[in-house]
């Protein structure tokens, strides 16, 4: 790799705006969020680029978002994602404006694209990083990430080469605030792409007709391990969840076992999630679980072992089986709905 010596010619920070089907993904806001603080402490701008067709009313979106100016690429062969397409568009605009930071969402897109974005653009990506901050001194951007396995957070520089590329996870970044009074330059990208460049041919778009959780927009999480036993046991945690307007959550234990969709998984392979309950029954709390679980704002461990390193993450405890203690609560919230109906009922009379 050369040595990138003026480094000073780069400039800005750049979100990549993942969009599927003309809507704008969530990560994508979340990074314009910690985007804006990053372009705040190294006194830059915020910049978000957009690729599709027909995208160009999403630009007000993004500027209400906080991006100051938006390149936008608009064409046919960028309809649908592909990874040819993308990455040449994206390379050529870092290579015409250099930007001095680049940030992609983690997703399955992003993960394919970032690295062969940075292998064109010969630089470094650190990927899945779950914490930015900007070094005081040098301004350079430190990228935090767990490795080996979740054992230990490693912290990457990338001193001369520029943009300095991360992929984020998604559901870590709180996202940024909209405010429809913000004004933004759009930016048209000269797109330079015609079909002998795009050798990927999407044939078609499959989509899963599975029952789809959302654990990342949930108030609520009930969460199920290895303690349930067997699969038949998350039907009683969706009752509980139910009855809190909840979702289900999973260890990946469980998922390996087959006893639920991996899309109910929480971990570091898995969602990471910041509800304001999390309920977490007969999960042991194995470093790679609390790593996508351990911002939620109260979390309450049913287990059998009083030692299980769930407790240590725990706001409340309930030591004891999750057969006994997960229908009694079910039990208590009936009973607390019956008082409340019954009061409802003496009130209107
Ligand atoms: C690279 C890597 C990535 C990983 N990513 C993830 C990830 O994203 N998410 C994830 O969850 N894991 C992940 N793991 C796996 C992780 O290390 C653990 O193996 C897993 O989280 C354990 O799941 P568990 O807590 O359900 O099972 P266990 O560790 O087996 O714990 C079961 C718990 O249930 C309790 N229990 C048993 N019976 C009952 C009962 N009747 N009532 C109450 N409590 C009971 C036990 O005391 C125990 O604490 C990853 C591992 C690696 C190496």
Known sequence: MPIVKDTSAYKNVWVF???????????????????????????????????????EGLTQ??????????????????????????????????????????????????????????ARVDTGLTADCTKLAIDEE?????????AFGGNIM????????????????????????????????????????????????????VKTTKELVSL???????????????????EMLKQLADKLGGVVGASRATVDAGWIDHSHQVGQTGTTVKPQLYIACGISGAI????????SDIIIAINKNSN?????????????????VVPALIDALDRADDLAAALKEVAGK
């Open 17 to 55: 705006v993942e969009q599927r089907e003309g809507k704008i993904m969530p990560v994508a806001i979340e990074l314009l969020g910690e985007g804006r603080k990053l372009a705040d402490q190294t006194g830059s701008q915020l910049c978000a680029i957009i690729l599709g067709k027909g995208i």
């Open 288 to 295: 790679q679980h609390l790593a996508g679980m351990q911002e």
């Open 154 to 205: 490693a912290t990457i520089v990338c001193p001369n080469h520029r943009p300095q590329m991360s992929t984020v996870r998604p559901g870590v970044m709180d996202k940024a605030i909209k405010d429809e009074s913000r004004k933004g330059e759009v930016i048209k990208l000269d797109v330079k792409l015609d079909q002998a460049d795009v050798r990927t041919e999407v044939v078609e778009i």
């Open 61 to 118: 979106e993004l500027i209400s978002y906080g991006a100051e100016k938006v390149y936008v690429a608009e064409h046919d062969l960028l309809d649908k994602f592909t990874t040819d397409g993308y990455t040449k568009v994206i390379s050529d605009a870092i290579n015409e404006v250099k930007p001095e930071i680049v940030l992609v969402g983690a997703t399955h897109i992003g993960r394919d694209l970032a690295p062969r974005i940075a």
């Open 138 to 146: 040098d301004k350079k951007i430190l990228q935090t990430r767990p």
């Open 308 to 324: 299980a390193p769930i407790f240590d993450v725990a706001d409340y405890g309930i030591v004891g089986d999750i057969y006994d």
């Open 216 to 234: 990342t927009d949930a108030d609520v999480i009930v969460a199920g391990g290895r303690g349930l036993g067997k699969a038949e046991g998350f």
